[in-house]
């Protein structure tokens, strides 16, 4: 397994998780790193994004402001830091490597992590 995603949960309304995504990918530190989710019955989306360095940071529109990526290169591990869930959060979300974030896409990471549920209830 080269990407291990985890920290999913059942969560409330406005709380909080963290996932988190254990890589045993060789130059871990060379790679940009990704959060995806897919809520049932939609398609796998991009949800934050960052380069090797740390210094490149994207998210999507729709956590702006309440999600944080952050990776540590030292432990081969990417976080996705997630604040004021709402139901529409839910979802599977997967983590990614690829040697760009800035084409990273559903089409396009080098590997994909297996994923963890997310369930938000009000």
């Known amino acids: 397994v080269q990407l291990q995603a985890s920290g999913g949960g059942l969560v409330q309304t406005g709380g909080s998780l963290r996932l988190s995504c254990a890589a045993s990918?060789?130059?871990?530190?060379?790679?940009?790193m990704g959060w995806f989710r897919q809520a049932p019955g939609k398609e796998r989306e991009f949800v934050a994004g960052?380069?090797?360095?740390?210094?490149?940071?994207y998210y999507a529109d729709s956590v702006k402001g309440r999600f944080t990526i952050s990776r540590d290169n030292a432990k081969n591990t990417v976080y996705l830091q997630m604040n004021s869930l709402k139901r529409e959060d839910t979802a599977v979300y997967y983590c990614?490597?690829?040697?760009?974030?800035?084409?990273?896409?559903?089409?396009?990471?080098?590997?994909w992590g297996q994923g963890t549920l997310v369930t938000v209830s009000s």
């Open positions: 990614a490597a690829a040697g760009s974030v800035a084409t990273m896409s559903d089409s396009n990471a080098d590997y």
């Open positions: 960052m380069t090797w360095s740390g210094i490149g940071i």
């Open positions: 990918l060789r130059r871990f530190g060379t790679y940009d």
